[in-house]
């Protein structure tokens, strides 16, 4: 693995709540060592998963600073600190490295929907800020409503702290663009549970998860049995665990993957609005894959 990894497996963290909807960092400390000591070599936080668009910056602060205390050198913690005002990304950042995390998820700005350009200027000047601090893109389509094209990436990926990218557009294709068009050390994650395996297969390195809340140790057998040779176990891994990685988006994420901690009695709370909690009714479904897996 390149010493610029982030890991293999990095779960994207939910952010408990209490019942007062404040961030329950007691549980946030709790979680994430759980989830280091469960298979989880990377942490996420504050990413779309830790519901970032409705957390003040104080609370993330507190949240990189307590998950970071929490799991030391045992994993890597990078910081959502990401946005669609270039500036603002850049100062949420430049505090992220003071703080001494391991890097920086950016996603691609929402809503401004800037043009290839426009990206490609947004990312290279928000890595060329924060000095040798790794980077890691984000290109998630279906939220921001802009691709970034693999011609971007390949760009964006000659800056010497832009290292990774985590690439949730659902196509195979653009990762294998993008493969084809990077030189080997720059890292490729999934950005989809059920696209880890295939995106293996295509010269990625892991993924960055939800299901690994619940799965993490079977999410590091299954890159490991991949990377072994033994496809037929990864293979087999990946088809039992596909029940879990679809119905952890049965509705927007991370409402079914909290109900799921939940059930397990992880007391990670509910979410804010404008996200709302899960019906009764795929609840039931969210079970149901929970207790056939024996994750219950």
């Known amino acids: 693995m390149s010493e ?54 104080s609370e993330k602060c507190q949240l990189f600073q307590v998950v970071k205390k929490a799991v030391g050198d045992q994993a890597k913690v990078l910081a959502g600190t ?52 790794p980077i890691m893109l984000y290109n998630i389509p279906g939220r921001t409503g802009q691709n970034m094209s693999p011609e971007t990436v390949a760009k964006l990926a000659e800056v010497d702290n832009i290292v990774a990218i985590k690439e949730a557009s659902s196509s195979l294709e653009q990762a294998c663009k993008i493969r084809r068009m990077t030189d080997s050390s720059f890292l490729i994650y999934a950005g989809d549970d059920f696209l880890t395996l295939p995106l293996l297969t295509v010269g990625g390195i892991g993924v960055v998860s939800v299901a690994s809340h619940l799965v993490g140790l079977q999410m590091q057998e299954m890159i490991e049995a991949f990377n072994n040779g033994q496809v037929s176990q990864a293979s087999e891994i990946n ?15 991370p409402i079914p993957v909290k109900a799921a901690l939940n059930l397990q009695g992880w007391e990670v709370g509910g979410v ?25």
């Not at 946030?28 to 830790?50: P, Q």
């Not at 490295?97 to 200027?121: H, I, R």
Request: net charge negative; aromatic share 8%; glycine share 8%.
């Open 272 to 296: 804010r609005l404008p996200l709302v909690e899960i019906s009764e009714t795929l609840k039931q479904e969210v079970k149901i894959v929970l207790e056939k897996l024996s994750l219950l």
């Open 4 to 57: 610029q990894s982030f890991g293999k497996v990095i779960t994207a963290m939910v952010t408990p709540l209490d019942e007062e909807g404040n961030v329950n960092y007691e549980v946030a400390e709790k979680l994430a060592i759980h989830l280091v000591d469960n298979g989880s070599d990377g942490l996420l936080v504050c990413g779309t998963t830790g519901e970032s668009p409705t957390l003040s910056w």
């Open 82 to 133: 990401g946005g669609n005002a270039t500036e603002h990304a850049i100062e949420m950042t430049q505090e992220a490295a003071k703080m001494g995390l391991d890097g920086s998820l950016q996603v691609v700005p929402y809503y401004n929907k800037p043009p290839q350009e426009g990206l490609y200027q947004h990312f290279k000047k928000i890595a060329e800020t924060v000095g040798d601090f």
């Open 239 to 253: 088809v039992k665990l596909f029940p879990l990685f679809k119905v952890l988006f049965c509705t927007t994420n």
